[in-house]
């Protein structure tokens, strides 16, 4: 798994040179935003843990929204078509915990998603002028999820308590469709607002290193899944790397009027 995810960072960043190096006009970007993750299966499984214990703990965190970060770089073709490659990475997580005179427990679930793959934009030259455009999303889904539980005894304080740890992993692949609003702040400078919907197609988590023993829920025997489908809002801030002849350039920008 580890070594897979390598590759695809090796192979990505070496695409993005090429077409860094090769292309006439590349948009190159950063940015960020929020995002809003189903989990439906994890939060089953949550409840599943609660009914193996003999005391009732408290949800305090439940896969609330968090923050996405991402990166691309463009290549902007004369007309109605910019496409290249795009990474982004984000994270959720739940705690069940339960605290008084006599100890504490808690349960922790975190769940990390990185994407990497390709970006379409379509519209009136996309990264050439300001405008609405149509976007579309899509590529790989690599999931990561972690799962703690702490338990101690007020009256046991020297006791020897194995806490649990276990970690999984699981790929995937994902689609988003979404519309951006792209406008210039300063000539080669362009700031965009986006927003889209995650569509997310996994398996299913697993123990690492073994893709087939996939987990299930022991009370629903469903297979627990990364769910992140939801909506994604953002802005990315883009640079212009106009690297052709300038007559070509002053031809592209007839072009796009």
């Known amino acids: ?71 691309e770089v463009l290549y902007s073709f004369p007309r109605t078509l910019a496409a290249g490659l795009n990474i982004s990475a984000t994270s959720t997580g739940s705690r069940l915990h339960l605290a008084d005179y006599s100890g504490h427990y808690t349960f922790d679930n975190l769940q990390r998603l990185v994407n990497a793959g390709g970006k379409v934009i379509l519209g009136s030259s996309p990264g050439k002028k300001s405008g609405i455009c149509a976007t579309f999303e899509g590529g790989m889904a690599m999931s990561f999820m972690v799962v703690e539980g702490v338990f101690r005894l007020t009256d046991y304080p020297d006791e020897e308590y194995e806490d649990y740890q276990q970690n999984f992993t699981a790929l995937g692949w994902y689609l988003q469709p979404g519309v951006t609003y792209q406008f210039f702040l300063t000539r080669h400078l ?68």
């Open 190 to 257: 362009q700031l965009a607002a986006s927003a889209g919907y995650y569509l997310g197609f996994e398996k299913g988590y697993h123990l690492p290193g073994e893709p087939d023993q996939l987990i299930r829920n022991t009370r629903t025997n469903d297979i627990i899944k990364p769910e992140w489908n939801g909506m994604r809002i953002g802005v990315m801030l883009y640079w212009d790397f106009n690297w052709g002849k300038p007559e070509l350039q002053l031809a592209q920008k007839r072009i796009s009027r």
């Open 1 to 71: 798994m580890k070594q897979a995810i390598q590759n695809l960072i090796i192979l990505v960043f070496f695409s993005l040179f090429y077409v860094s190096v090769n292309s006439q006009t590349i948009l190159g970007g950063i940015g960020g935003g929020g995002g809003s993750f189903d989990m439906n299966s994890a939060k089953e499984y949550n409840q599943t843990v609660k009914s193996l214990l003999a005391f009732n703990p408290k949800t305090t965190d439940n896969f609330p929204p968090w923050f996405v970060y991402k990166g």
